[in-house]
């Protein structure tokens, strides 16, 4: 067990360009999540996939954010046209469905955006 | 709805003192609740979870929760403040039923410094 691992570590953009980040989970979970935290602030829920299917989109999900999670396996999410408001630490979470760890969610280290 | 209410962004106690962080939650069905720590510049780490086994919670470093239905709180509690502590820590609920994505509400977490 290697834990969620996530890529890149830090991000430093320019307003208008687009980034996408990559979370790899725990290698057993079938359940991913994506989290938004800015400074101060609890992390908030953006997007939720059981297997590959995305079963569920915040309101915070814009037109600009779009999430896969292609075969079940690792997960991107994409920003387009980055604006200021990105900057944020964007965090994958994964959980299994089943077992002793059930519900429990098992964080990476997070991806740190900077929109210059 | 689901919401957690986090009272005290900031504590402040000395090494060896009694720590104490309010949770308290709000859920229209009976919830899970957990407590994260969190270092700087570092995803989450689980302390502890309540899933209805047992109020009284035990988890890593020390720490334990009681869950309090009729005062619909989740404190999290340390005897014995170390040095090594002092972090951010964040209450979470979710809802656990058929068809539920377990997404996880934070509250704004609580910053806890501790004086030597």
């Known amino acids: 067990d290697t834990g969620v691992s996530q890529n890149p570590r830090h991000k430093i953009t320019k307003r208008g360009q687009n980034v996408t980040f990559r979370c790899d989970p725990i290698?057993?979970?079938?359940?991913l999540y994506w989290y938004r935290q800015t400074l101060g602030q609890g992390p908030e829920f953006l997007t939720y996939?059981?297997?590959?299917?995305?079963?569920?989109k915040s309101r915070l999900l814009s037109d600009r954010f779009s999430a896969e999670r292609p075969k079940g396996s690792f997960s991107t999410l994409e920003i387009q046209r980055t604006e200021q408001g990105d900057s944020a630490m964007y965090l994958c979470?994964?959980?299994?469905?089943?077992?002793?760890?059930?519900?429990?969610?098992?964080f990476g280290p997070g991806t740190r955006l900077t929109v210059l | 709805a689901q919401s957690v209410t986090q009272l005290g962004s900031h504590v402040s106690v000395s090494e060896g003192a009694l720590v104490l962080l309010r949770c308290n939650y709000s859920?229209?069905?009976?919830?899970?609740l957990f407590w994260y720590v969190q270092y700087p510049n570092q995803g989450l780490q689980l302390l502890l979870k309540?899933?209805?086994?047992?109020?009284l919670v035990k988890g890593i470093n020390g720490f334990e929760a009681e869950f309090k239905k009729s005062e619909t709180s989740f404190h999290l509690t340390k005897p014995s403040a170390h040095m090594s502590d002092a972090a951010e820590y964040f209450c979470a609920v979710s809802e656990d039923y058929g068809g539920a994505t377990n997404k996880l509400i934070f509250g704004t977490g609580t910053l806890l410094a501790v004086q030597p």
């Open positions: 979470a994964s959980s299994a469905s089943f077992g002793s760890s059930y519900n429990e969610q098992f």
């Open positions: 859920s229209s069905v009976p919830p899970y």
């Open positions: 996939f059981q297997n590959e299917a995305q079963l569920e």
């Open positions: 309540y899933t209805s086994a047992a109020t």
């Open positions: 290698s057993e979970h079938n359940r």
